[in-house]
């Protein structure tokens, strides 16, 4: 099945500082989310991506397909952006799931 | 604007009983799936439905049932609960038409149901 990487696997930053976050899969996607899973559990969508680049407030995103990788940007963190960020793939042509990756575990610092 | 509501939100079973935990989607979307997540792990596909009076197995189906009898509507059911069933549960839905679409639509997430069995 389809591999997804993702680095760093934890990160501790101050508040204000800014982050990238990687997400490297092995086949081609036809589906490709940026999740944020709050410390109540809660999944939060932050981007659907498959290829391009969107942005939304302080965080912006950008999939190279081609290159099988994902970008997730965070600028001017703050203590609420902590939480563990997932990416998630949808093969092309594949079946109906969506595999997830482990995630990167942020922690913003007052 | 619900999206996914699951119910309940928290479940605590002794090993053996049954239930059965309800998600419901008021987006009118085709497909709606079943996850799991266990600690420090990303969610695993259980079951899914392409469309109303369908389920198909997922990654992890064995010891679950589903079922979509209304198109808002999708059933996980434990029949006899076990120890290593103690995870948290999430429901999604997505839009989309015919199977074979090339271009595919993000899954909404509920909020999960956090299920300890005993």
């Known amino acids: 099945g389809i591999q997804v990487e993702q680095s760093p696997p934890d990160l501790i930053l101050q508040e204000g500082a800014n982050s990238t976050l990687r997400c490297n899969f092995s086949d081609s996607v036809n589906n490709l989310q940026w999740f944020h899973q709050n410390p109540w559990g809660q999944l939060i969508n932050l981007f659907y991506?498959?290829?391009g680049t969107k942005q939304n407030g302080r965080l912006s995103a950008t999939t190279v397909a081609t290159e099988r990788y994902s970008l997730l940007y965070i600028s001017s963190s703050q203590t609420t952006d902590s939480g563990v960020y997932f990416c998630a793939v949808q093969l092309l042509f594949g079946n109906e799931k969506l595999t997830f990756g482990t995630g990167t575990r942020l922690t913003i610092i007052p | 604007n619900a999206g996914v509501t699951q119910t309940p939100k928290f479940r605590v079973l002794k090993t053996g009983q049954s239930m059965t935990l309800l998600c419901a989607q008021d987006m009118n979307h085709e497909y709606m799936y079943w996850y799991r997540q266990d600690p420090g792990m990303g969610l695993r596909l259980i079951h899914y439905s392409v469309g109303e009076g369908t389920t198909a197995k997922g990654e992890v189906p064995d010891g679950y049932n589903v079922s979509r009898l209304k198109k808002q509507n999708f059933l996980l059911g434990l029949e006899s609960a076990a120890p290593s069933q103690t995870s948290v549960y999430f429901c999604a839905s997505r839009a989309g038409g015919h199977i074979l679409e090339y271009s595919n639509q993000p899954q909404h997430f509920g909020d999960g149901t956090r299920l300890s069995i005993l």
């Open positions: 991506i498959p290829s």
